[in-house]
């Protein structure tokens, strides 16, 4: 084959082919995907809003965000419950799109009517309770979102004959795909947003700066405005669907039978809702209580729920199907579940090396790019090579990127700098770390979502997503209670302020910041390597 003829031809199998799958069935499960994204709006702002305004240490963030991971465990019972319900999921959207107004609408009042919310409780407490509205609000929605993308892929082709298991498997990838290219295009808007938004922020005084922040929020109520849009849009589908079908001849029984999916009708199974309680009572009893070790004891008591529910999922499955399924999801589970730096590094870029909201906004911006861009270009890689290459590329990736961190805190930027006359300074390094990770991120899952949806039982599609996703979302509790840990053995201090007095009432201290970066660089490829070296060499061998 020519050279000429070699282009044409991934051209076509990265982009045109893609265009051949999408159908118009995609989009209502893809806006609430895009929304989804859309909720990183507010992630830098609430980044400086803490740094400025509230005295929290970079361990108690690290127990917050596990907090918020937690949330995710509940998509057991609420996956299985869209599949009973499936009628009426859209009430679970507009549910989620109340919950996350209410967590975006409570940051806009702490910012523009401070005093007013001080007098009803701590600034820190308002901040913790939008902190983890949000996530609840997006779980419900993501929950409805994961089945839609099920049923998005169509089962006959126009001429009413079967899709061909390869087609559909196709299909499949380019539905995961391109829902999480939906997400991260609403990280692109947002990132685009921020920088607009923070033109010039540097500048202002802090109640300018308050004033920016406030917009941006009060610009985060689109959030629930675009998720509802979609359940609105899916229904305007089937009622087109269905008028065009009573066009054609139909009588109404036959245009509703057409629409029952009889097949797919949902026996209730009473133990996932007795997990989901389990792990509610548990998250109150150990969580509220200030129980010693609360977060730890949680996270393992919802790791043997989650377990015990899986095993009800791989019971309906073939032995060989449940073995793979069982292999892959602890490989991605060990992927997901290394600790990360945390928040000292933001503190570091900030403080240090001068990085402003709007450059971060930039990061921000190039990621999302890049992604959308990799996700495409990778995804006849993830259509044809199994789960364990894909992690195992990943792995060695994501070891190599930590590089760049870690030569920023030891001033690489020092030596490159003066030998490329100023190009190759920290922000040139950022960009390029950026450009080069930001695409592998988000690859990981989407050969799994896929498996999912053309494996699993048509009556359980929901709860399959919904525990495999509680499965590996709890590796995201475990590598913040990782992060944690590491916050605690290296101790990080950005500066604090009194926004009144200006007294400085914590020194900035980073001395222990690159001992934490290398330690976080090993455990990220050592730790996913054994893990797959271990599966693979087991009953539980993956082999998609």
Known sequence: ??????????????????GRQVRWSFLPPLMVYFAYGFTGLTAIVGTFFVKDYLDLSA?????????AGLPWALKMPLGHLVDIIWKWKWLLVWIGAGLLAASVFIMYLVLTEREMMAAVMPLSS??????????????????????MSVEAVPKVDSAGNPISDEDEKAMHVTMQTLGRFALISGTVVVAALNIYMFRGIEALSPAAKAEIYADIYLAALAIPVISVSGVVLAGVQKAVKKRRLERQGLAREEVEAAFARPDEETRPNMWYFIGGGAFVALTLIFGLGQVPYGQEIIFGGSLIIVILLMR???????????????GTAVIIFAFRAVPRPGDGVAWFNIDVLGFDQQFLSVLSLITSVLTLAGMVVLRPLMAHRSIVYIVVLLTLAAGVLTLPNIGLYYGIQDITAPLTGGVVDARFIAILDTAIESPLGQIAMIPMLAWIAKNAPGDLKATFFAVMASFTNL????????????????TIRREVTDPESGAVTMQQDYSELGWLLITVAVVTVVVPLVVVAVIQRSRLKSVD
């Not at 084959?1 to 893609?18: C, H, N, Q």
């Not at 308002?126 to 409805?144: H, R």
């Open 1 to 18: 084959m020519t050279e000429a003829g070699a282009r044409k031809g991934w051209i076509d199998a990265v982009i045109f082919d893609l």
């Open 475 to 490: 590796a995201l509790s475990a590598s913040t209670l990782g992060t944690k840990y590491l916050n605690r053995v290296y």
């Open 312 to 326: 009800q999922l791989v019971a309906v499955l073939p032995e060989a199907q449940a073995r793979t399924l069982i």
């Open 126 to 147: 308002w901040y913790v309770t939008s902190f983890l509205l949000a996530p609840c609000g997006v779980v419900l929605q993501d929950a409805v979102a994961d089945a």
């Open 59 to 67: 361990a108690y963030l690290a127990g917050l965000a596990f907090w």
